[in-house]
């Protein structure tokens, strides 16, 4: 059985990130894009890092230009937009697909893992979330529509559990 912590992405920066450097930790996985309506849940998910991490959790943003074009920028600029406009410091990573033939491996196994409405494994749209507990399962998959704040109380439940 795969785990989260057996995949690895590149981070924004460029330099390959494996993700078993988050073993134990709480994680919620993002498609993100500075240009969509949902754009200003990166201050939700800033503030649920902030509010979290010590306890264990850890938010993953991966850039994705394949919804209405929204996430246009190279990886300096999204860097730089994240930074200015939300003060992100949460772990930003190079742009990906999430959805076709070149779909990032981790996106094959988070879809693969908890399909979404109906069976439909594909992504619909930007800043669909997932949560991964501490044994790096999935736990559950969130709609672009499903907030930060709408989804804290199981973030805290995941925080809670134990590891494994």
């Known amino acids: 059985m795969s785990t989260i912590y057996d995949f690895s992405a590149r981070g924004i920066d460029g330099t390959e990130q494996a993700l078993d450097q988050y073993r134990g930790r709480v ?44 996430e246009p920028g190279s990886e300096e600029e999204i860097r730089a937009f994240c930074s200015t406009k939300y003060d992100v410091s949460f772990p930003l990573h190079a742009k990906i697909e999430v959805n076709g033939a070149n779909a990032h491996p981790l996106y094959r196994w988070l879809k693969g893992e908890k399909p979404g409405v109906f069976g439909t494994e594909g992504i619909k749209w930007n800043f669909t979330k997932f949560l991964v507990g501490r044994d790096g ?28």
């Open 27 to 70: 994680l919620l996985v993002v498609n993100v894009a500075s240009k969509c309506g949902f754009t200003p849940q990166y201050a939700g998910l800033e503030t649920l890092y902030q509010a979290h991490r010590n306890a264990g959790l850890t938010v993953l943003g991966f850039p994705c230009d394949q919804f209405g074009h929204q």
């Open 137 to 164: 399962q999935v736990i559950r998959r969130y709609a672009p529509t499903d907030t930060p704040a709408g989804i804290e109380k199981d973030i805290l439940r995941a925080l809670a559990a134990p590891a494994g």
